[in-house]
């Protein structure tokens, strides 16, 4: 399957051989250790993740109940007529596909499947980059793209990757993919990164958004097992990155089932962020629900996160 598709899930295997995600695990382990594939978070990709970047439809299937939660989450951050940019990805796609319902709304993107899944949206006007189309991801890179977007300056940008560590930020494994998205990051104010907890501790080869450049990271909460993914979520933190965390089985915060526009939980220290006016700073030093100051229970759920 791995052959055939590049990437392929956890819950997909264990679906298809009939068996528990434990014994697929084990098994997904022992192929590794013969060099045949290289294990992810969440699943399996072919040897080489440094060099080799799965398309479209092999990250289509990876992580869809992490994307989904995350992408309702996101959308909860974007207010009427506001103009933002949104990166490509198969993540940023399910982001757009909810800020169809966001009025007075303006989108710059370089993917054609972010402005597919707003095409039809009767309120919000899509701008596209200039560039050629590379068709693994169906977006637009080149000189082209970074110089339509010289002179733009949007209040947000939405970003997806390869991988994402505290030490380097975000990266991607594609040359001109990641020098697009620096020139998104350069016209906005402040930068939210999407990414699954499969992407947490993984680095790719070139880096688009450094740690200090990011505003947010809208992620889901990884599982218990994943230490890899808690520890880099608490480096976030530690390096004044907002998080927000998903449920993936749906838009829940430690349980408790919230609109989608509700389900957030921000964990962060201070630190200097773009975007960060006067007063900025206040209500970064805690986690917050809404903007309003976290409950006792609230807290206690982030001091947990921390501990971990």
């Known amino acids: 399957m791995v052959r055939a598709n590049g990437a392929v899930s956890l819950r997909e295997l264990a679906r298809v051989v009939q068996t528990s995600e434990v014994t697929v695990r084990r098994d997904v382990r022992a192929l590794e250790a013969e060099g045949l594939l290289d294990r992810r978070h969440g699943g399996a990709v072919l040897p080489g993740g440094f060099t080799r970047e799965s398309g479209f439809p092999q990250k289509s299937h990876l992580a869809t109940a992490e994307k989904t939660a995350i992408a309702d989450l996101a959308a909860g951050f974007v207010e009427e007529g506001e103009a933002i940019v949104v990166g490509a990805g198969t993540t ?95 016209a906005a104010a402040e930068v939210v990164v999407l990414a699954d907890h499969t992407k947490l501790g993984t680095d790719t080869m070139f880096q688009t958004v450094p740690t200090d450049v990011i505003t947010r990271l809208v992620t889901d909460e990884p599982p218990a097992h994943d230490d890899r993914a808690a520890t880099e979520l608490q480096a976030l933190a530690d390096q004044g990155v907002q998080i927000a965390v998903a449920g993936a089985s749906g838009n829940s915060v430690g349980g408790d089932s919230v609109p989608p526009r509700q389900a957030r939980r921000d964990v962060a220290l201070p630190g200097p962020r773009r975007g960060a006016g006067p007063g900025a700073g206040a209500g970064l030093h805690s986690a917050a629900v809404l903007g309003e100051p976290a409950p006792g229970a609230e807290r206690a759920r982030v001091a947990d996160m921390r501990r971990r």
């Open 92 to 186: 940023t796609q399910e982001l757009a596909r909810r800020l169809a319902r966001v009025p007075g709304l303006t989108v710059v993107t370089n993917s054609l499947l972010v402005a597919q899944a707003l095409a039809h949206a009767n309120r919000v006007e899509v701008v596209m980059t200039g560039g050629t189309l590379r068709g693994s991801n169906y977006a637009l890179v080149g000189s082209g793209a970074e110089q339509s977007l010289q002179g733009l300056r949007v209040s947000r940008a939405f970003l997806s990757g390869s991988g994402l560590t505290a030490e380097r930020g975000l990266s991607t494994s594609n040359m001109l993919s990641a020098s697009v998205d620096r020139a998104l990051v350069q």
